[in-house]
């Protein structure tokens, strides 16, 4: 076998020459379509995890705002009671007091229709003592018929 340095050297030439060929026709719009790719997946990793970053971020004042809405609807609802409780008090106070303003109300009443009942029992008694005064002055003064009237009186009295 003998080596062709023509041969070697024209194979040569023809390499180089292809090769620029391919580096300037092939390699460089492969090397752009790959970097461009390179790019494109590089962004989007990187849009990935700012999103990424941005959920957590609103997750987290979501939360937040959860707790302190929590918090605050607790607190709402520990002021209604509360409120509850003295409007419940209140309204037990006035139901005391409207009951014991009904009591008095009674109690004078009653007082009233007793002091009218002894009023009349005493317009009774004075009556029936000038009846007896009368039936006495107008029959004898004997002293059984004294007595009868005066019995008589007494029975209607104790009536």
């Known amino acids: 076998?003998?080596?062709n340095f023509t041969r070697i050297v024209i194979s040569t030439i023809?390499?180089?020459i292809l090769y620029f060929i391919l580096k300037h026709y092939l390699f460089k719009p492969v090397n752009k379509v790959l970097d461009s790719r390179e790019k494109g997946i590089s962004e989007r990793i990187t849009k990935t995890e700012a999103d990424s970053m941005a959920a957590e971020k609103l997750r987290l004042e979501?939360?937040?705002?959860?707790?302190?809405?929590?918090?605050e609807g607790k607190q709402l609802i520990e002021d209604y009671k509360l409120?509850?409780?003295?409007?419940?008090?209140e309204i037990i106070a006035?139901?005391?007091k409207d009951a014991e303003h009904a009591v008095e109300r009674s109690k004078t009443e009653i007082r009233l229709q007793q002091e009218k009942a002894e009023e009349e029992l005493k317009n009774e008694v004075i009556n029936l003592a000038l009846?007896?005064?009368?039936?006495?002055l107008a029959d004898s003064l004997d002293e059984a018929i004294h007595k009868k009237?005066?019995?008589?009186?007494i029975v209607k009295v104790d009536k």
């Open 62 to 71: 979501r939360e937040d705002s959860l707790k302190h809405l929590e918090e």
């Open 1 to 3: 076998m003998e080596i």
């Open 149 to 153: 009237l005066i019995n008589d009186f």
């Open 94 to 96: 006035a139901a005391r």
């Open 83 to 89: 409120k509850g409780e003295d409007l419940y008090k």
């Open 131 to 136: 009846a007896f005064s009368e039936k006495a």
């Open 14 to 16: 023809n390499f180089v």
